[in-house]
């Protein structure tokens, strides 16, 4: 980042939105996503998963309410394909859902000067983490402290431009790692229960709401301690990408682990969230990346308990 800028952006192409409207938008996504979209106000945003019915996550979201209507943001890869597949679930309700990615612009802000920046361009600012601000030009998401997420009507693009640095996509998605937040791609749909990539800890899994798909599994997993699995922060020395199968040492036959995300760092080599068996986590010896002489990962703690 250049300290004479303090700050840095850069433009999501990798990231898709879907839209949901109508009457009985919230209630629908409220019985469909793992968090509580019912008690979700105007000028908040929630992280929330959508699983199958074995409690597998097949997308995670940030849901934004913007007036009548909600944004989902998640991976481009899978916008079209989560549509069609949640829009079969609407049923009689009165809602409608859309993949909106080609209508929407998205760049992430970061750094001390981020909230000046934004300001400077006349974009609302909002005063907390998970917190949103809209106008007319879109909305704004405060992701963390200095860290700020815009998305704009794709009309909006050429003016907001003037935000994307040379950081770039792997900058953003490095930002996403070290702060624990995981997204779950076409790598990686339909293979962890909510828990295994800490959901419940990041405010994304409401254990009081009613019936969702999963939910039985969700719950289970929760309140009878069978979780085998938990995400990891870590480093490697080479490249790495989400899918990536990771072996442990004591048992080198069979993979023990599952890279859920990753990002070059500028050291060199990866830094990744990965989805390990608890057993090999609790061994003396370093979990490997592809094989089972592979490079090994360098454990690094996660910012939340």
Request: some cysteine; overall charge neutral.
């Amino acid at each position: 980042m250049d300290t004479k800028v303090s700050y840095a952006a850069a433009e999501l192409r990798h990231l898709g939105l879907l839209s949901c409207k109508g009457d009985e938008a919230r209630a629908f996504l409220h019985a469909q996503l793992t968090s509580d979209v019912a008690g979700l106000a105007e000028g908040e945003a929630r992280l929330g998963g959508w699983c199958s019915a074995k409690g597998r996550l097949l997308a995670t979201f940030l849901v934004v309410p913007r007036g009548d209507e909600f944004l989902l943001q998640l991976p481009r890869e899978l916008a079209a394909g989560v549509a069609k597949r949640l829009s079969m679930f609407i049923l009689r309700a009165r809602a409608k859902l859309a993949d909106a990615s080609d209508a929407w612009t998205q760049f992430g802000v970061w750094g001390g000067a981020a909230a000046e920046r934004l300001a400077a361009l006349k974009l609302p600012v909002p005063q907390g983490p998970m917190r949103a601000a809209a106008t007319d030009a879109g909305v704004v998401v405060q992701i963390a402290p200095q860290r700020y997420l815009v998305l704009a009507p794709a009309a909006q693009r050429e003016p907001l431009a003037a935000l994307a640095g040379d950081a770039g996509e792997q900058a953003w998605l490095l930002e996403e790692i070290r702060a624990g937040r995981p997204q779950v791609v076409q790598a990686t749909q339909d293979q962890f229960v909510p828990q295994m990539v800490n959901l419940e800890r990041l405010g994304a899994i409401d254990f009081k709401k009613g019936c969702y798909p999963g939910q039985e599994i969700v719950a289970r997993t929760q309140y009878r301690g069978v979780l085998k699995r938990r995400m990891i922060r870590a480093r490697v020395g080479a490249a790495a990408a989400a899918g990536d199968a990771l072996f442990a040492d004591d048992d080198p036959a069979q993979a023990s682990g599952t890279v859920a995300n990753a990002a070059a760092a500028p050291e060199g080599g990866s830094e990744l969230l990965a989805v390990a068996q608890i057993s090999a986590l609790e061994g003396a010896r370093p979990l490997r990346l592809r094989a089972a002489d592979g490079p090994p990962l360098e454990l690094l703690p996660l910012p939340y308990a």
